[in-house]
């Protein structure tokens, strides 16, 4: 068996992680477009389904989203204004907050007298299932029902 001087291993061990850290770059950086269009995508659809579309395909999703919205930053945060599917008017709310295991995050749609809420929906990157990762689920979005 032949022996390597503890010089030689510390050489390839750095330039195999150089390598592979190089690798991982170009891989990151070559899919951050469509990644980008991704989270484009899943916005629409959350916020369309918010205002009572339902589930819109990726394809027609970014389209109906720029048909029905305005776009109307304030204080540096978007915002926007939407026509519903019932073909009322509505402001699009982000919210944030934190979850027990990752963030938690929604678009509520606020009718036009911005006191009642036309809809609302729900997300999250890491939530138990069952439990806190409910909140994606239909029942937990329904009108005046209790998600139980």
């Known amino acids: 068996m032949k022996n390597f001087s503890n010089k030689y291993i510390f050489l390839y ?12 770059t170009m891989v990151s950086l070559g ?35 720029d048909q029905v919205t305005t776009r ?8 926007y204004r939407i026509r519903c599917a019932d ?29 009642t809420i036309k809809g609302v929906v729900f997300d999250h990157k890491s939530e138990t299932p069952g439990l806190g990762a409910r909140i994606t689920e239909e029942t937990f979005h329904r009108k005046g029902k209790n998600p139980q």
């Open 13 to 24: 061990i750095t330039a195999l992680v150089t390598v592979v850290a190089l690798m991982l």
């Open 31 to 65: 899919l951050k477009p469509l990644r980008e269009d991704n989270q484009k995508v899943e916005k629409a659809q959350q916020i369309l389904k918010a205002a009572g579309y339902g589930e819109t395909a990726k394809k027609q999703a970014l389209a109906l989203f």
């Open 72 to 79: 109307q930053d304030k204080d540096g945060q978007e915002h």
């Open 87 to 115: 073909g009322s008017m509505g402001q699009v709310i982000y919210v944030k907050g934190k979850g027990l295991w990752g963030p938690i995050w929604g678009y509520i749609i606020l009718a036009e007298d911005n006191s």
